[in-house]
C-alpha cells in the first residue's frame, strides 16, 4: 500500500512554498542577465566564426568548442572555485553570471549563425540592387529575417538556462532548488520539495513557452 504522504505532503508542501520563492528572483535573473550577454557574446562570436580572418574563425572555433564540451557544474567550479588560486575570487552570483554567459554564447552564436546563412542570398542581390548601403541591408533586411528563424531555438536556450540555474545552488546561490534543499532538510521531506520546486522549473518554463508562440505568431514565425 502506498502511503501518499510520504511521496507528497501537501502541508509541508504550503508552508515550504513561499519559503522556495524567496529563490525565484535569483533564478529567473541568472538566467535572463546570463542569456542577454549570452546573446551579446554569441552574436560576436557567430561574426568571427564567419569571418575572413582565420584567428578569428579559430578563436571562434575553439571558444565553442569548449563550452559546448564541458559540463556547466565543471565550468562553475572552475570559476568560482579555480580562479581564486590565480588572485581573482568572485561572489557566487557574479560567478554563476560569467559561467552562463559563456555557455550560453557557444550554443546561441551556432544559432545565430546558422539562421543568418539561411536568410536567402537572394535579399542581399535585391536589396543591393535598389541601392541600400550593405550596413543597411544587414541591420534592416537580414537581422530581422534571421531573427525569425532563430527565435524557437533561442527560446529553448533560455528555458534550460532556466533549469541549469539549479547547479548554481552547488556554490551556494540562494535560488529555488537551493531553497527547496534547505527546506527539505528542516522538514526532513525532501520528495515533497522536490516535488514542489519541479512544478516550479515547470510553470517558469511553461511561461516562457507561452511568450515565446505570443512573440512567433506576432512576427509571423
Request: net charge positive; glycine share 6%.
Amino acid at each position: 500500500m502506498i502511503k501518499w504522504e510520504a511521496v507528497f505532503n501537501f502541508s509541508i508542501a504550503r508552508e515550504a512554498f513561499p519559503k522556495i520563492l524567496e529563490g525565484l528572483p535569483y533564478t529567473l535573473s541568472l538566467s535572463l542577465i546570463g542569456f542577454a550577454l549570452g546573446t551579446v557574446v554569441g552574436f560576436i562570436f557567430a561574426q568571427m566564426k564567419t569571418s575572413k580572418c582565420l584567428v578569428f574563425r579559430w578563436l571562434a572555433t575553439i571558444h565553442i568548442s569548449l563550452m559546448r564540451g564541458i559540463p556547466l557544474m565543471v565550468l562553475l567550479f572552475l570559476i568560482y572555485f579555480g580562479l581564486p588560486f590565480v588572485g581573482i575570487q568572485l561572489d557566487p552570483i557574479t560567478a554563476s553570471i560569467i559561467a552562463f554567459t559563456l555557455m550560453s554564447s557557444a550554443y546561441i552564436s551556432e544559432i545565430i549563425r546558422s539562421s543568418l546563412m539561411a536568410v536567402d542570398k537572394g535579399q542581399w542581390e535585391a536589396a543591393e540592387s535598389l541601392g541600400i548601403k550593405k550596413s543597411a541591408i544587414y541591420r534592416s533586411v537580414i537581422l530581422p529575417q534571421a531573427f525569425r528563424i532563430a527565435l524557437p531555438p533561442l527560446s529553448n536556450v533560455l528555458m534550460d538556462m532556466v533549469k541549469s540555474t539549479s547547479l548554481t545552488a552547488m556554490i551556494t546561490v540562494p535560488e529555488i532548488f537551493n531553497k527547496a534543499k534547505i527546506v527539505g532538510g528542516s522538514k526532513s521531506d525532501y520528495m515533497t520539495v522536490y516535488i514542489l520546486v519541479a512544478f516550479i522549473y515547470w510553470l517558469v518554463c511553461t511561461l516562457y513557452a507561452i511568450l515565446q508562440a505570443g512573440w512567433e505568431k506576432k512576427r509571423d514565425v
